[in-house]
C-alpha cells in the first residue's frame, strides 16, 4: 500500500509575512518571525509545500501580476537566507465584482474555492486529505475544509478576527495556533502520531 503524498498549504499574507492589506512592492514583504525556520522544518520532514495566496489588488490595479515575480522571489530568496523553500506559489488575481478586466470575474481559484488546493494536488500527486491548510483567514479554513485536510488557524494577520467569525458561523478549525511557527508544531505532532498509529 502506497503512502499519501502529504501537502502543506501556506497562505501568503498574514501567515509567512506581514499582514499589510495589499503588497505592491518588494519592500512591503516582511517575513513573521520564525517563519523561514518553521518552513525549514517541513521541508526536513520532506512535505510538500505550497503557497497559495488571493491577490485580488491585480484585480483592483493596485500592481500587476508582473510585479508580483520580484514580491515571490524576494520571499523564495529570504526562506533560502535560512535553508527553507517553498515548491510552488499559486496566487488567485481575481475579483468576482471589484476592479478591472480580464480580471474581475467570477473564478475558480479565489478562496474559500479549492482550485489552488487542487492545482497543487495534480502537480505534486498529493492526497489532499492527508494534507495540511494553515492561514489566517475564514476563506482558508474553508477551502481547507472543503477538500478534507487538516485545518490551522494562525493568529497572526486577520487571524484573531477570523477565529470570532469561525466560532460564531461554525465554520470547522482543527486547531489554534498563535503563529506559524506553533502551526508547524501542530503538524510535525500530528504526522508523528500518525506515524505511531500506523
Known amino acids: 500500500m502506497s503512502v499519501p503524498r502529504i501537502g502543506v498549504f501556506l497562505d501568503r499574507d498574514g501567515t509567512l509575512n506581514e499582514e499589510l492589506d495589499y503588497i505592491r512592492t518588494p519592500d512591503d514583504l ?29 484585480a483592483r ?21 535560512e535553508g527553507a523553500g517553498v515548491n510552488r506559489i499559486y496566487y488567485c488575481p481575481h475579483h468576482p465584482t471589484d476592479g478591472i478586466a480580464p480580471y474581475n470575474i467570477e473564478c475558480e481559484c479565489r478562496k474559500p474555492k479549492a482550485a489552488m488546493l487542487q492545482w497543487g494536488a495534480d502537480d505534486f500527486n498529493l492526497d489532499l486529505s492527508h494534507s495540511f491548510v494553515i492561514g489566517d483567514s475564514i476563506v482558508d479554513m474553508q477551502a481547507g ?54
Open 145 to 198: 475544509n472543503s477538500v478534507g485536510a487538516t485545518t490551522v488557524l494562525v493568529l497572526t494577520g486577520y487571524g484573531k478576527t477570523a477565529l470570532r467569525q469561525c466560532e460564531q458561523d461554525g465554520i470547522h478549525v482543527d486547531h489554534i495556533a498563535p503563529t506559524i511557527v506553533e502551526a508547524v508544531d501542530y503538524i510535525v505532532k500530528k504526522l508523528d502520531e500518525r506515524k505511531n498509529h500506523d
Open 30 to 58: 516582511h517575513l513573521i518571525h520564525g517563519a523561514a525556520a518553521a518552513v525549514r522544518k517541513l521541508n526536513d520532514r520532506g512535505l510538500t509545500i505550497c503557497i497559495i495566496s488571493n491577490q485580488s489588488g491585480v
Open 61 to 81: 490595479g493596485y500592481l500587476t501580476e508582473r510585479d508580483l515575480v520580484p514580491i515571490h522571489q524576494l520571499l523564495e530568496q529570504e526562506l533560502q537566507r
